[in-house]
């Protein structure tokens, strides 16, 4: 006890010690043969040491030694965050200022801050602390910032330990929260985004050390991790991976993808290993769980840097970044159901399926376009949420439309008169698709049919004249089961006799004197009381109102239709085939159809289009068109609409 008192003499004067007597409290106080009585003042006494302690020889002996790192976590553990800043500060300050000169030290300081969960966890945890400052919060996110900066040198300085320890501090950062803490920060758009952003940067070193290190290369725990994580998920199989066809490619994995993986592996991801189980259990072929699982730690990892270099966006950049592991566990788990929903059986079946992640984030991308709106937790949630909805079938048809929108654009220089060649191909299709169904004449009311005055509304039968020069009306008191027929400008019945209304004259509306015509939906709906007791059919009947007048604006016919074929065949016919103007413009239905019909046609004769199609001798100039427009003519030869 007398060595104590004479360190805590020592220290009394609060003044920065010099390096004997730096050492002569060192030994008083770290001597691990030591036994106390009063703890709390013992670790008072540990704290003033830190902050007193002679640089030199804090950063080339003490930092060295294990009882000091036991002792100084104890102090840590119990300090406020204003003290937690200041002792740590004390400690990292001077090994970063000279990082050649402690260059031997960097080991003891990486491998204390990744052994255990104590100093990133206590850092961690203060920033959950509410009612901080700005300077508290920004003092610690250095700290965490100066640790990650230290394992950056120990790249450097000894490549053998940071192989050891870097992925260990890296589990440490995701076991205890410190990425879901950080993303939570960016919320607040202040200097801590700075803060983080560096730190992103240092971890981007770390990841590219582990990149370029092969598993082999160092004696490291990954590999016996990476190797018992795969046998547990092998499941009811029971097959040591070591036996298995994969294990051949061991030898090529790198450390971030030994750690990713055996990461990835030992989460609770409940939801992947319930459809991982089913398929070992009840799939004619088992997933290929090590090469898919290499694959998209690559394919995760390449996007995420390449995140990290872009300087726009950076706030949502950082947050996937922040985020990698929830990323892959969701491109994982989108991996796994889209074989089991192609039915896939190989390597090559696999390969295509990895194609479509480029596709997911892509669509990714397309589904978030104004993410400044978003708070970065709620962008992540919606980019995992996109990676789950894209399943196998949406999957192909967005790579089919990337494709298709690719060949497009390659060739929009070639075929831009082609286009329009195929445009008023469509239309003239149209044109006559609808004009045989306005000349083979429809039946529409005559008279309001939801008037409750008129119990029996007479009808019309409507057809355009084989000249298509003049609009032919019949009206009849009911609908005729035999369609009547046109001959010479008049509208008869195979049995005239039939009717009483036989002697009604055919009214000819020429075509000319047609200005414009107006529709317009009328419905009647049954507004009977409903009744808990009775199942209510409500009836609704609906039936659109055309009106078509003359340049004076007089109203020459009316007529309502009740079926949509009606309606489709005279609004969108008269405008294709008769040129008459509808203020409504074409149906959403016939606007559909052209767009469709025009990407089908296209589709079909860009296949036909390939690279030895452009020649090398070409040039872009506007002066000369380059494709020969014959040869895109003989690509619709022999096709026929059905």
Request: aromatic share 10%; net charge negative.
């Amino acid at each position: 006890m007398l060595s104590l008192e004479r360190a805590r003499a020592i220290l009394g004067d609060d003044k920065l010690l010099d390096e004997d007597k730096t050492r002569d409290c060192f030994q008083c106080i770290f001597d691990s043969t030591l036994s106390f009585s009063e703890p709390e003042s013992y670790l008072i006494l540990v704290g003033s040491f830190v902050l007193q302690c002679d640089p030199s020889f804090l950063c080339n002996t003490a930092i060295k030694n294990v009882q000091f790192w036991h002792l100084s976590k104890e102090v840590l553990e119990k300090a406020t965050s204003e003290e937690l800043i200041i002792y740590l500060n004390t400690l990292l300050r001077p090994i970063l200022e000279c990082p050649e000169k402690y260059k031997d030290s960097y080991t003891s300081l990486c491998q204390a801050a990744s052994s255990d969960d104590l100093i990133l966890g206590t850092l961690v945890m203060n920033l959950c602390m509410e009612d901080l400052s700005f300077d508290t919060v920004a003092g610690i996110l250095n700290c965490i910032s100066a640790f990650f900066a230290c394992h950056t040198y120990l790249v450097t300085f000894s490549p053998a330990d940071a192989a050891h320890i870097i992925p260990n501090f890296i589990l440490r950062s995701l076991e205890t929260g410190l990425w879901d803490v950080l993303t939570a920060m960016l919320s607040v758009n202040d200097g801590r985004i700075e803060i983080i952003n560096k730190l992103v940067g240092y971890r981007r070193k770390m990841l590219t050390f582990l990149k370029l290190v092969a598993i082999h290369d160092y004696q490291t725990p990954l590999k016996d991790r990476l190797l018992t994580a795969l046998d547990k998920a092998s499941g009811e199989q029971k097959v040591k991976f070591e036996e298995t066809a994969e294990f051949r490619n061991m030898n090529n994995v790198n450390l971030l993808q030994a750690l990713n993986i055996s990461t990835f592996l030992n989460s609770k991801n409940l939801t992947f290993l319930k459809t991982l189980t089913e398929q070992q259990l009840f799939g004619t072929r088992p997933f290929p769980l090590f090469y898919a699982c290499l694959h998209v730690c690559d394919t995760t990892d390449d996007m995420i840097e390449k995140l990290e270099k872009k300087n726009t966006d950076v706030v949502h950049n950082i947050t996937f970044s922040l985020n990698k592991d929830k990323l892959m566990y969701a491109l994982m788990d989108r991996l796994l159901k889209s074989w089991v929903e192609s039915q896939a059986e190989s390597e090559e079946d696999l390969n295509s399926l990895l194609m479509l992640m480029p596709i997911t984030f892509e669509r990714i991308n397309k589904s978030i376009p104004d993410s400044s709106k978003l708070s970065p937790r709620e962008y992540l949630r919606l980019a995992l949420n996109v990676i789950q909805e894209v399943n196998y079938k949406l999957a192909r048809q967005l790579q089919l439309d990337a494709l298709t929108e690719t060949t497009y654009e390659k060739w929009s220089k070639h075929v831009g008169y082609f286009d329009d060649m195929l445009a008023n191909q469509v239309r003239d299709y149209l044109h006559h698709q609808r004009l045989l169904q306005l000349q083979k004449g429809t039946w529409g009311y005559a008279e309001n049919p939801l008037d409750p005055k008129i119990k029996s509304p007479k009808v019309y039968f409507m057809v355009l004249s084989a000249n298509q020069a003049k609009l032919l009306v019949r009206e009849y008191s009911g609908i005729s089961e035999r369609t009547p027929f046109t001959e010479e400008n008049e509208i008869l019945t195979p049995s005239e006799s039939e009717h009483s209304d036989e002697k009604s004259k055919t009214r000819v509306v020429p075509i000319s004197s047609i200005c414009f015509f107006t529709s317009e939906r009328i419905s009647f709906n049954d507004k009977t009381p409903t009744d808990s007791h009775l199942v209510n059919v409500i009836q609704k009947n609906v039936y659109t109102k055309v009106e078509f007048f003359n340049e004076s604006d007089k109203s020459l016919l009316v007529v309502f239709f009740h079926t949509k074929e009606a309606i489709y065949c005279w609004l969108d016919g008269l405008q294709l085939v008769c040129g008459m103007k509808h203020r409504g413009g074409l149906s959403n239905g016939t606007t559909d159809q052209i767009e469709t019909l025009i990407d089908v046609r296209k589709t079909v004769q860009m296949i036909n289009l390939t690279e030895n199609a452009i020649s090398p001798e070409h040039s872009d100039s506007d002066d000369e068109e380059y494709y020969d427009i014959n040869k895109l003519k003989e690509i619709t030869s022999n096709f026929y609409y059905e």
